[in-house]
């Protein structure tokens, strides 16, 4: 396996699968060939905060997106959220790293949706905060236009305020997993693949 992670907690569905079966969360591994982004973005942060803003824009909204070890290897940490899909309302957060390797990439996925009643992390903290302000222009970039707004009440601080929330649930695996997974030495061994 590319990468090997802390699966406590979690049932394996097949070999690149497993779910939480208190919440449903699903985790995932990925591997596949091609290139995921353009090269140039490992070497410019601003750039490759623009790019993973408008690859999500269409599908939901980017809330994080950063370079970071794993395992020793380089990748990217992005936490998304994505409207569920064929339902009225409620949103789903994905976290994933991602590890571009000549000719192929990784992908660890963590993706965990809302239910019962829906929206109750953002009508709590709007009523705490206020309706000013609320949503604001996408930090890394103001001009993007998004399918869900960026807002503040998806701000980590307020996560211990929800333990139970999926951001707060996808954030906290995230940042579990970034501190104790492993990278297969064989995988970690192929030279990145940051081309265009």
């Not at 939901?60 to 370079?67: P, Q």
């Not at 019962?116 to 903290?125: D, F, I, P, V």
């Not at 649930?169 to 030495?185: I, K, S």
Request: with cysteine; aromatic share 10%.
């Amino acid at each position: 396996m590319a990468i090997s992670f802390n699966t406590t907690g979690l049932q394996q569905q097949d070999a690149t699968t497993w779910t939480d079966p208190r919440t449903g969360d699903v985790a995932k591994l990925i591997v596949t060939r091609g290139t995921p982004f353009p090269g140039e973005w490992l070497y410019d942060q601003s750039a490759m905060q623009r790019g993973f803003a408008g690859m999500s824009a269409e599908r939901g909204c980017l809330i994080e997106v950063e370079l970071v070890s794993l395992g020793g290897v380089t990748a990217v940490r992005q936490l998304i959220k994505l409207p569920i899909p064929n339902a009225p309302s409620g949103q789903l957060f994905m976290s994933m790293f991602t590890l571009a390797k000549a000719p192929q990439y990784a992908q660890l996925m963590y993706i965990a949706k809302e239910a019962g009643m829906t929206g109750m992390r953002e009508a709590t903290l709007m009523a705490q905060l206020g309706f000013d302000d609320w949503t604001m222009p996408h930090p890394f970039d103001p001009q993007l236009q998004s399918r869900l707004p960026f807002h503040r009440g998806d701000d980590p601080a307020f996560d211990a305020q929800f333990p139970d929330h999926p951001l707060t649930r996808t954030r906290a695996w995230t940042w579990n997993v970034g501190r104790y997974a492993v990278v297969d030495p064989g995988f970690a061994a192929i030279p990145d693949n940051w081309n265009s």
